[in-house]
């Protein structure tokens, strides 16, 4: 044997040892790195659920800090419940005309052709039906 050849082969040996312990880090590393990569994209969802938590709580507060003044309580009332105040008369207008209700866009019809002594329950059924059965 040769020198050279001798030497190829050293080598060529220590080329094979070093791709073999290259491997065997690699395989060591992998699963941290990959419980790392998970670990962090968890984080990064949950800060994002934290984020939308806030906002929602932000939005709350100021929906609370609303109904503490008296003037916004009195003109829910009055759009919500159609209450009045005392002294005042109220006027509810029957009978719009159906330009007027089309025009209004998502409002749902009202059903008023059905008898007014049946249940409330029958009443809401026979409702549900007749505004599904016009779309």
């Known amino acids: 044997m040769t020198k050279r050849s001798r030497q190829e082969r050293v080598e060529s040996g220590r080329t094979l040892i070093f791709f073999v312990l290259l ?4 395989i060591m590393v992998a699963p941290p790195l990959q419980h790392y990569f998970v670990q ?6 949950l800060e994002g659920e934290v984020a939308e938590a806030k906002a929602d709580l932000e939005r709350a507060e100021a929906e ?21 105040m005392p002294g005042e008369k109220q006027y509810i207008v029957l009978g719009i ?3 007027s209700v089309a025009t209004q866009g998502s409002a749902a019809p009202i059903a008023q052709d059905f008898p007014l002594g049946i249940p409330w329950y029958s009443r809401l059924l026979s409702s549900i039906t007749a505004v599904g059965s016009r779309e």
């Open 97 to 99: 005309p159906e330009k």
């Open 64 to 84: 609370l800090q609303k109904w503490r003044d008296p003037e916004y309580i009195k003109s829910q009332a009055r759009d919500r419940l159609r209450f009045v």
């Open 23 to 26: 491997f065997i880090v690699a």
């Open 40 to 45: 962090r994209a968890q984080i990064n969802a």
